[in-house]
């Protein structure tokens, strides 16, 4: 593979967009590796928090892949699961990845601390231990879905983008010089207001979007699959997530960087998210899926349609976000609504 792939986020360079998001595949230091040795640009290490409730909920997670018709089926594209936080102390997790990122920085990777917001008091500390490990990058996960059903205290969600500010410009005096990324939730309307405020706070840059919550009712236990509400992503997801880009781009501006996450499974999803805004995407279902094979799927599948098109991935990101017109600019066509209509509407 070629310079076709490279991309930026703001001034850190990455071979390539395709990150191994956060979660139980990057729970250890061999599942990083793992992620790395695919072809991974980066790789966000599963998140901790200070709240022991967080790391508990672990033992309590189940994880359900789903077909699009809602069954449950293993080689289903979505996946619907309850999840915890890493059961480590986190000093000690981020000595472990520093050393990790300091081995990927030699072939311009990279190896990022993630938390889960608690509180803002604790992610201030945590991001500070980040920092004095010596990690490059901190994502700081605003949005995790599970905030509703978790022991309460344990995670927390940060919609208001005044308080999110104040929460950002703290946490970014406490990692000067790092790469700090603000990962937001999928469960709020408002992540245009979020993530200029992120911007404005001194993000680097915005992560997005967070997964749904979700209820599945099972037809034959005629139960709720897993007997709780639990977080849901899927391919249906990215289309949401494409506006959700190109609108905080025209808010925060094209110089701003955005990443994509949620529902990318394909070279040609990542594709989709670049074109929508992001400048790299976060991928983690489809690797507990398919294993981490599919990181080096993902990218052979990017170069191939980037070949295809004589495209760089440089050159797609916000193309289509730029192109995007308004309802009112639209050309009038009377009556169009005809042809999607059974025909019995039309009999009169
Ligand atoms: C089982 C599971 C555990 C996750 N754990 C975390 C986490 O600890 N921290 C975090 O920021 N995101 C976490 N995520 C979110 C993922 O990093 C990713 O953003 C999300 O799943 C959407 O991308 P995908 O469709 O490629 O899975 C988790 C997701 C799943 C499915």
């Known amino acids: 593979m070629t310079d076709r792939l490279v991309t930026a986020i703001g001034a ?15 729970i250890t230091e061999a599942g990083i590796r793992a992620a790395l040795a695919a ?9 901790v928090n200070e709240r022991p409730e967080g790391a508990a909920q672990l033992d309590r997670a189940a994880y359900a892949f789903l077909a699009a018709d809602h069954r449950a089926d293993p080689d289903g594209a979505d996946l619907f699961c309850r999840s915890g936080l890493a059961p480590y102390e986190p ?8 050393a990790l990122d300091t081995e990927a920085a030699a072939t311009s990777r990279f190896v990022a601390a993630s938390l889960v917001l608690a509180g803002h008091d604790g992610a201030v500390r945590i991001a500070g231990l980040a920092r004095a490990a010596g990690l490059r990058v901190f994502e700081l996960n605003v949005g995790a879905p599970h905030a509703a059903e978790a022991a309460a205290g344990a995670i927390a ?3 208001d983008p005044a308080a999110l500010a104040i929460l ?4 970014r005096a406490a990692t000067p010089g790092m790469q700090l990324w603000v990962k937001l939730t999928g469960l709020s309307a408002n992540l245009p207001a979020l993530a200029r405020a992120a911007a404005e706070a001194g993000a680097d840059a915005v992560v997005m979007m967070g997964r749904f919550m979700a209820l599945v009712p099972d037809l034959d236990t005629l139960a709720p699959v897993l007997g709780t509400a639990g977080a849901y992503g899927g391919p249906w997801a990215l289309p949401i997530v494409c506006r ?9 501006g094209p110089g701003f960087p955005l990443l994509g996450t949620n529902g ?12 929508a805004g992001a400048s790299a995407v976060e991928v983690l279902s489809v690797v507990m899926r398919d294993g981490f094979g599919a990181l080096t799927r993902i990218l052979a599948d990017l170069d191939a349609l980037l070949t295809t098109r004589g495209l760089t991935f440089a050159a797609l990101i916000g193309r289509a976000a ?21 025909p019995e509407t039309l009999a009169e």
Not at 39 to 47: P, Q
Not at 329 to 339: E, F, G, L, N
């Open 12 to 26: 850190f360079a990455l071979p390539n967009p395709i990150i191994c998001g956060s979660g139980e595949p990057v």
């Open 264 to 275: 990318a499974r394909t070279g040609a999803d990542v594709a989709r998210l670049a074109l």
């Open 168 to 171: 950002v410009g703290r946490v």
């Open 244 to 252: 959700f880009l190109a609108d905080s781009r025209r808010a925060v």
């Open 91 to 98: 000093a000690a997790w981020f000595a472990r990845l520093a």
């Open 39 to 47: 072809g991974a640009a980066g790789v966000i290490a599963k998140s």
């Open 322 to 342: 730029d192109a995007q017109q308004g309802y009112a600019a639209q050309s009038r066509v009377t009556a169009r609504w005809r042809a999607f209509v059974p």
């Open 157 to 159: 969600q940060e919609n």
